[in-house]
């Protein structure tokens, strides 16, 4: 994806000011911050939303968002936080790659981050209740990152007075899964 922004910053292509690297996300400084120190958090591997990513992987992400709102608290003196989300264009997403937003904040620094509430009858509510209760019925089940397998440094032993011989039960073991 050598046209998105953040494949490219993940690929080392194009600068950036990271805050956090490791093997599945990178953290950075947005360069138009809605405050100051606000980081844009995302997965080096391209998802266009949420829906798309790997269960294992989202978890990783939000511990990731996690430690660095906890940096921000510390280090900015933030009194809060908004962890944001724009999932689809519908919901504000400019980037076709998902991220998180840790936007740090402060009493009084005038970010206006409200909406207006929307007034529903009590059917409506059951209807909505009830189409999304049927809807995650199965939730649950969450999809879990293959393991990875471990490999030991096994040296052959040998029965006592012949170097030639493998012992059987050594073998046997080293066998087993």
Known sequence: MTECEYCRIAEKKMEAKKIFEDNKVIAILSEKPASLGHIIVFPKQHFPIIENIPDHLTAHIFQIVNKLSIAVFDSLGAQGTNIIVNNGVSAGQDKAHFCVHIIPRKENDNLGLTWETKHLDEEQMSTIELNLKEE????????????TPKKADIKKETISGDENKENYLIKQIQRIP
């Open 136 to 147: 995650t019925k199965n939730i649950g089940e969450f999809e879990k990152e293959a393991p």
